[in-house]
């Protein structure tokens, strides 16, 4: 595996971008009415998604990037559940669903493979490599 050199280079933070950006054109077209707080809700899990990913990156060591790499899943899970909320309140089409969920769904299993894989590397980050010369 090739190093990365920034969180931008992830697959998993390019789909979370990419999620990001359908969210908000949904949001800015007016779908959620004035649902505040869902829209609260569901903008922020899907800018956590990328935002964790970004910022356990940027910590400089593996440990804290697969912790990072943890948050960011968890938040797939908090954007599916808001994405159910959304239909059944027919905020979003079936098919805006489908393919968002469809998306997370990739941007969940794309973390959980690079955190089995942070898991198993010797790499221990760019912070350690400092701390040791």
């Known amino acids: 595996m090739a ?3 920034a969180f931008k280079d992830i697959e998993s933070w ?3 971008r990419e999620v990001c950006r359908i969210i ?3 949001i800015d077209a007016g779908n959620f009415k004035k649902s505040y707080r869902l829209i609260n809700q569901i903008e922020g899990s899907s800018g956590s998604i990328m935002d964790n990913i970004a910022e356990g990156f940027e910590r400089g060591t593996r440990a804290e990037f697969i912790q990072f790499l943890g948050y960011a899943k968890g938040s797939c899970g908090e954007l599916r559940s808001q ?3 959304s239909i059944d309140r027919n905020y979003i089409s079936a098919e805006v669903f489908e393919e968002l969920k469809t998306l997370v769904l990739q941007i ?5 493979n690079f955190i089995l894989y942070l ?6 980050g760019v912070r350690k490599k400092v ?3």
């Open 119 to 124: 898991q198993n590397s010797e790499v221990s």
């Open 108 to 112: 969940s299993g794309l973390i959980q």
């Open 14 to 16: 390019k789909k979370a």
């Open 24 to 26: 908000g054109e949904i």
């Open 3 to 5: 190093t990365i050199k």
């Open 83 to 85: 994405l159910y909320r």
């Open 131 to 133: 701390a040791s010369k």
